[in-house]
C-alpha cells in the first residue's frame, strides 16, 4: 500500500529537548514536504526537498532542520523545541511537479511544554 | 514571497445549495492551483486541481475559476451534501523546478441537513 508514514504521532516534550519526526513513504517518490498546521493560519511549508541531498526552506524554517540523505526518507528535527512549535506537522511526498497529487502523513501532533 | 488570502474563513449552506470560496494570491507567477479537502481528523486531500493555461476545470459536483488578471480562483461545489462537510484549503505555486508550496488559511464547510 501506497503511503507516507509519520512518527511518533503524538509527543508531549519539554523546551529544549531535542526531538526528531521521522518520515518515510514507499512510493520512491523524488518531492517531499514538512508543513505545520496552526488555527486560523492553515498549512504553513516549513522545509522541502526535490531529491535526494538537496533541501530548501519554506515559509516557516525558523527553529527547524530537515535532512534527504535517502530517497525515501525526510526527518524533521527541532534541535532546541519552544512552546511556540507546538502545532499539528504533516509530511508529504510526490514523484514530481506535473499535477501529481502529494500523498500526506497522518500527521503528527507536538505539544512542547 | 506568494501570499494567498482565503474567503470565507466559515461557510455555512442548506443541503442542496452551492457553496463558493474564493482565493487570491500575490505572485503573478505562481501557475498551478490545488484545492484541499481536509475532514476532521485526517489528512488534506487534493480534490481539484487548475494550471494557468485553463481559466475552468470541472469534477462532478466541484469546479474550479482561474482569473489570472485579477489573480484569484475559486472553488465550487454545487448540490452539497453532508459529506462535503469540511475544511478547504486553496493553494498556490509555480510549477516545474519548484516544490514551494503556498496555503491559504482555511475554510470551514456546514452543510446544514
Known amino acids: 500500500e501506497a503511503q507516507v508514514t509519520q512518527n511518533p504521532r503524538y509527543l508531549i516534550t519539554v523546551t529544549g529537548k531535542k526531538l526528531t519526526v521521522t518520515c518515510s513513504q514507499n512510493m520512491n517518490h523524488e518531492y517531499m514536504s514538512w508543513y505545520r498546521q496552526d488555527p486560523g493560519l492553515g498549512l504553513r511549508q516549513i522545509y522541502y526537498?526535490?531529491?535526494?541531498?538537496?533541501?530548501d526552506k519554506g515559509d516557516v524554517p525558523e527553529g527547524y532542520k530537515v535532512s534527504r540523505k535517502e530517497k525515501r526518507n525526510f526527518p524533521l528535527i527541532l534541535e532546541s523545541p519552544s512552546p511556540n512549535q507546538t502545532s499539528l506537522y504533516f509530511c508529504a511526498s510526490r514523484i514530481d511537479p506535473l499535477g501529481q497529487p502529494q500523498h500526506f502523513g497522518d500527521g503528527t501532533r507536538l505539544s512542547i511544554l | 514571497g506568494e501570499n494567498v488570502e482565503q474567503h470565507p474563513s466559515t461557510l455555512s449552506v442548506q443541503e442542496g445549495d452551492s457553496a463558493v470560496i474564493k482565493c487570491t494570491y500575490s505572485d503573478s507567477a505562481s501557475n498551478y492551483f490545488p484545492w484541499y479537502k481536509q475532514e476532521l481528523g485526517k489528512r488534506p486531500q487534493l480534490i481539484i486541481d487548475i494550471r494557468s493555461n485553463v481559466g475552468e476545470k470541472k469534477d462532478q459536483r466541484i469546479a474550479v475559476t482561474l482569473n489570472k488578471t485579477a489573480k484569484h480562483f475559486s472553488l465550487h461545489i454545487t448540490e452539497t451534501q453532508p459529506e462535503d462537510s469540511a475544511v478547504y484549503f486553496c493553494?498556490?505555486?509555480?510549477?516545474?523546478?519548484?516544490?514551494?508550496?503556498?496555503f491559504g488559511t482555511g475554510t470551514r464547510l456546514t452543510i446544514i441537513p
Open positions: 493553494a498556490a505555486s509555480i510549477e516545474f523546478g519548484n516544490e514551494k508550496l503556498t
Open positions: 526537498s526535490m531529491n535526494v541531498e538537496v533541501t
